[in-house]
């Protein structure tokens, strides 16, 4: 590892800590005042005092959450998680001030194996940094770190299962593969799906760019031998997977979908709710131009690719499969970042290196987007086509290397701005009024009951401060349930109605208002 890398380490650091301090302002928290308040501090700090109070790290039950119920309800908020076990060694560290840093990390971590992902496939450390930089900057990323966090906390475990396929073909070793897809099962095993298809799909990637491979047999028998190097690590995750498998079985009832089989066979080319936008891969439309490339170059290992990547991305079946059949939404496209990624450094190395004839590649991609104008009439994603096609034309005017990567780099950081200042970000102020009147509620009660001699006007006062502390945690929680009140309400809507592809929660698009249907 050569010095510069260390630098371009720096970068990625700076870059993602100046976007932290622009958002919060320097003195909000990163997280939302929705989600991230009330589940992913809440919830992961439960886990906590209740390994703290049984001493068990898996307990049977969960006495008080929501009335008492199976532990493994609440699998999906990060139970077991290698990113939440290490906060009980913390006992003095609060949740929010854990899960800020932690958060930052995993950001950091992505771009950082990212990076050296990119590198170890031979491309130069400009380019590597070009394109780290606009991973750790893409729509989903970030945004859905003070949001949903087990949309992407699993990231640098599924870049580690990228590098132990590439450890797999170079020097045959699996211990690597492994143990990310254990990791990252662990993690988030709702999304971790979605990155095991992508871990299959850059196999068969690799698998086709070796000219050595050849046969159909020995294909077969290289495939099975990769299936059993998935299976081991989902196995070893069973003790997370059965259990809750089984819980979420039990718990589901039966339910109708007006979701049609044929309609999710009919391809749908709708390329901007797939890249653009914080529930989607989030790389914009340069993700979407870097997969036309590889149709483009005609190489055989591009075009398997290619091909594969358009089958997932563009029959809603796999969509709705990847949603576990309840919906369909493209955040489950979220774990295909890191391989949108590769192709975006793929398209700007073959740039640079004067591979492609950039009039020509021109024409082709606005060709192919005025045939898909029908599926995509979101005017601002053509407003960064347009953006990349003029600096297409200057690079190949004057053929200098930092048009390219300044712009791309400025594109990313403007997009990744503007997504993440559309978010409500949690005061200090407010989150310190709900842990303080959290703890003065359990310790007030608890006095209370243990004090034999109060005076009376004391006990009063006690207790008129108690209803205070009552009343405004109930303030905070009637808040969350009317947020979550409002997307059921929208999901609710939506499942009467045929699929959509062009928002996230209802299906009648134009200034649509979920009071509008009720009865």
Same mark, same amino acid.
């Not at 132990?164 to 999304?191: E, Q, W």
């Not at 489950?332 to 398209?347: D, K, S, V």
């Given at each position: 590892?050569?010095?510069?890398?260390?630098?371009?380490?720096?970068?990625?650091?700076?870059?993602?800590?100046?976007?932290?301090?622009?958002?919060?302002?320097?003195?909000?928290?990163? $997280?939302?005042?929705?989600?991230?308040?009330?589940?992913?501090?809440?919830?992961?700090?439960?886990?906590?005092?209740?390994?703290?109070?049984? $001493?068990?790290?898996?307990?049977?039950?969960?006495?008080?959450?929501?009335?008492?119920?199976?532990?493994?309800?609440?699998?999906?908020?990060?139970?077991?998680?290698?990113?939440?076990?290490?906060?009980?060694?913390?006992?003095?560290?609060?949740?929010?001030?854990?899960?800020?840093?932690?958060?930052?990390?995993?950001?950091?971590?992505? !771009?950082?194996?990212?990076?050296?992902?990119?590198?170890?496939?031979?491309?130069?450390?400009?380019?590597?940094?070009?394109?780290?930089?606009?991973?750790?900057?893409?729509?989903?990323?970030?945004?859905?770190?003070?949001?949903?966090?087990?949309?992407?906390?699993?990231?640098?475990?599924?870049?580690?299962?990228?590098?132990?396929?590439?450890?797999?073909?170079?020097?045959?070793? @699996?211990?690597?593969?492994?143990?990310?897809?254990?990791?990252?099962?662990?993690?988030?095993?709702?999304?971790?799906? !979605?990155?095991?298809?992508?871990?299959?799909?850059?196999?068969?990637?690799?698998?086709?760019? #070796? #000219?050595?491979?050849?046969?159909?047999?020995?294909?077969?028998?290289?495939?099975?031998?990769?299936?059993?190097?998935?299976?081991?690590?989902?196995?070893?995750?069973?003790?997370?997977?059965?259990?809750?498998?089984?819980?979420?079985?039990?718990?589901? /009832?039966?339910? =109708?979908?007006?979701?049609?089989?044929?309609?999710?066979?009919?391809? *749908?080319?709708?390329?901007?709710?797939?890249?653009?936008? *914080?529930?989607?891969?989030?790389?914009?439309?340069? /993700?979407?131009?870097?997969?036309?490339?590889?149709?483009?170059?005609?190489?055989?290992?591009?075009?398997?690719?290619?091909?594969?990547?358009?089958?997932?991305?563009?029959?809603?079946?796999?969509?709705?499969?990847?949603?576990?059949?309840?919906?369909?939404?493209? @955040?489950?496209?979220?774990?295909?970042?890191?391989?949108? /990624?590769?192709?975006?450094?793929?398209?700007?190395?073959?740039?640079?290196?004067?591979?492609? #004839?950039?009039?020509?590649?021109?024409?082709?991609?606005?060709?192919?987007?005025?045939?898909?104008?029908?599926? *995509?009439?979101?005017?601002? +994603?053509?407003?960064?086509?347009?953006?990349?096609?003029?600096?297409?034309?200057?690079?190949?005017?004057?053929?200098?290397?930092?048009?390219?990567?300044?712009?791309?780099?400025? $594109?990313?950081?403007?997009? +990744?701005?503007?997504?993440?200042?559309?978010?409500?970000?949690?005061?200090?102020?407010?989150?310190?009024?709900?842990?303080?009147? /959290?703890?003065?509620?359990?310790?007030?009660?608890?006095?209370?009951?243990?004090?034999? =001699?109060?005076?009376?006007?004391?006990?009063?006062?006690?207790?008129?401060?108690?209803?205070?502390?009552?009343?405004?945690?109930?303030?905070?929680?009637?808040?969350?349930?009317?947020?979550?009140?409002?997307?059921?309400?929208?999901?609710?809507?939506?499942?009467?109605?045929?699929?959509?592809?062009?928002?996230?929660?209802?299906?009648?698009?134009?200034?649509? #208002?979920?009071?509008?249907? =009720?009865?």
């Amino acid at each position: 590892m050569k010095k510069k890398d260390y630098y371009n380490y720096m970068i990625l650091t700076g870059i993602v800590f100046v976007i932290y301090m622009i958002l919060t302002h320097f003195t909000n928290v990163f $997280g939302s005042d929705t989600d991230w308040i009330n589940q992913h501090t809440i919830i992961p700090d439960y886990f906590r005092q209740l390994f703290y109070k049984t $001493g068990n790290l898996i307990p049977s039950f969960s006495f008080n959450y929501g009335g008492g119920q199976n532990i493994f309800n609440l699998s999906y908020y990060g139970f077991l998680s290698p990113i939440i076990l290490p906060s009980y060694l913390l006992p003095f560290v609060s949740m929010k001030t854990y899960m800020t840093v932690v958060d930052f990390i995993i950001v950091v971590s992505s !771009g950082i194996l990212f990076y050296k992902w990119i590198l170890s496939n031979k491309y130069d450390r400009n380019i590597s940094l070009v394109t780290s930089v606009i991973f750790v900057l893409s729509e989903s990323l970030i945004f859905q770190m003070h949001r949903h966090v087990m949309f992407v906390n699993y990231m640098p475990f599924l870049i580690m299962g990228l590098m132990g396929v590439d450890k797999l073909f170079n020097n045959n070793k @699996k211990s690597l593969l492994i143990i990310s897809i254990f990791l990252m099962i662990m993690t988030s095993y709702y999304y971790s799906v !979605g990155g095991i298809v992508v871990i299959g799909i850059y196999y068969l990637y690799r698998y086709f760019s #070796d #000219d050595s491979k050849q046969g159909i047999k020995l294909f077969a028998k290289d495939l099975g031998k990769f299936i059993l190097y998935i299976l081991i690590p989902v196995l070893m995750a069973g003790v997370l997977l059965i259990p809750t498998m089984s819980t979420l079985l039990s718990g589901r /009832g039966s339910s =109708e979908s007006a979701i049609k089989l044929t309609s999710l066979l009919v391809p *749908n080319f709708n390329f901007h709710k797939i890249f653009c936008g *914080n529930y989607t891969i989030g790389l914009s439309m340069l /993700g979407f131009i870097s997969l036309l490339y590889l149709f483009y170059s005609k190489k055989k290992n591009n075009v398997i690719l290619g091909i594969l990547l358009s089958i997932v991305f563009f029959i809603p079946i796999f969509m709705y499969i990847l949603n576990g059949g309840l919906y369909l939404r493209a @955040k489950c496209f979220i774990p295909f970042a890191p391989l949108i /990624g590769y192709l975006i450094a793929l398209f700007i190395n073959d740039i640079i290196n004067n591979k492609i #004839d950039i009039k020509k590649f021109i024409i082709y991609i606005l060709f192919v987007c005025i045939l898909l104008y029908y599926f *995509n009439q979101k005017q601002y +994603c053509y407003l960064y086509l347009i953006f990349i096609c003029l600096i297409l034309i200057l690079y190949n005017k004057f053929k200098y290397k930092n048009i390219i990567y300044i712009s791309l780099c400025l $594109g990313a950081f403007g997009i +990744c701005l503007y997504t993440n200042f559309t978010e409500d970000y949690v005061s200090k102020d407010m989150y310190n009024e709900i842990v303080i009147a /959290g703890k003065l509620i359990v310790k007030l009660n608890q006095f209370l009951e243990e004090a034999t =001699e109060m005076p009376t006007e004391l006990k009063s006062e006690i207790s008129d401060t108690l209803d205070f502390l009552r009343d405004r945690a109930r303030y905070y929680q009637q808040s969350y349930r009317e947020e979550i009140a409002y997307q059921d309400a929208m999901e609710t809507h939506c499942n009467g109605l045929p699929p959509c592809y062009e928002c996230e929660y209802n299906c009648n698009c134009e200034n649509m #208002d979920i009071y509008d249907y =009720e009865e």
